[in-house]
């Protein structure tokens, strides 16, 4: 079973920064495409970005677009997410997913497995 673990979370100021990191449990992740989904309070879980099996070919949700950055080391077995320019609308709990699909969708019905979560908390 597929296991994975995201750290990273926490509260920070509008227009801050913070980098989610997501630790899998496979010794081939690159069999895996990869996606950071989120929920916020009293919404349905979104997409936000995604990354292909090698890492060539990413997508974003349009309201992080130029603002969040995902990226993949196999080798280490970690996705990341790198967030800038931070909006209070972008709190949330941030989840790290994973499939073997080539077909790479950034929606969570796309995924098969999940972490647990880390909440993000845009506030001054």
């Known amino acids: 079973q597929l296991q994975l673990v995201e750290s990273g979370g926490g509260l920070v100021q509008p227009e801050g920064s913070l980098r989610l990191s997501c630790a899998v449990s496979d010794f081939t992740l690159d069999n895996y495409s990869l996606g950071w989904l989120r929920q916020a309070p009293g919404k349905e879980r979104e997409g936000v970005s995604c990354?292909?099996?090698?890492?060539?070919?990413?997508n974003y949700a349009d309201s992080v677009k130029g603002r969040f950055t995902i990226f993949r080391n196999n080798a280490k077995k970690m996705v990341y997410l790198q967030m800038n320019s931070l909006k209070p609308e972008d709190t949330a709990i941030y989840y790290c997913?994973?499939?073997?699909?080539?077909?790479?969708?950034?929606?969570?019905?796309?995924?098969?497995?999940w972490g647990q979560g880390t909440q993000v908390t845009v506030s001054s």
């Open positions: 990354i292909s099996k090698g890492g060539g070919r990413t």
């Open positions: 997913a994973a499939d073997r699909s080539v077909v790479l969708r950034c929606i969570p019905g796309a995924y098969t497995y």
